[in-house]
């Protein structure tokens, strides 16, 4: 038997208090709409943000260590405006090589987080 799956949401983890600065990261500088969270959820900290028709949840984690190779992958077709806006904001960028023509970069969020972000569409 096969299972039709879809993405419905990513957490990741940040430290206790941290969510001001993942806003300012995640609404900030991505510019991503910060989602309510339920009430009864509410009360673990953390706050979740719309990426497109799914989520990223940034999740509160007492013995938080970073995820410095596991990933979240971003696709925009603002590749180069994003990335001038995060080394205009401090945060380093690193190339790695095109996949299948497309363009990207990894950076890290202020908790040490990678993440990747991909042109959309195919550069030739």
């Known amino acids: ?3 039709s ?3 419905d949401h990513v957490q990741i983890a940040i430290p206790v208090g941290g969510e ?3 806003r300012r990261f995640f609404a900030g500088l991505l510019g991503l709409v910060e989602l309510p969270k339920p009430a009864d959820m509410a009360v673990r900290g953390g706050c979740w943000f719309a990426v497109a028709d799914r989520q990223i949840h940034l999740g509160v984690e007492a013995d938080f260590r970073a995820a410095k190779k596991a990933h979240v992958a971003f696709n925009t077709v ?3 405006e994003l990335r001038a806006r995060l080394e205009s904001a401090g945060y380093q960028t690193h190339d790695d090589s095109d996949i299948d023509g497309r363009k990207r970069f990894f950076t890290h969020d202020p908790f040490g987080n990678r993440f990747e972000f991909m042109d959309r569409t195919a550069r030739t």
């Open 1 to 3: 038997m096969t299972f």
């Open 20 to 22: 001001d600065e993942g």
């Open 78 to 80: 603002e590749l180069d």
């Open 5 to 7: 799956f879809e993405i």
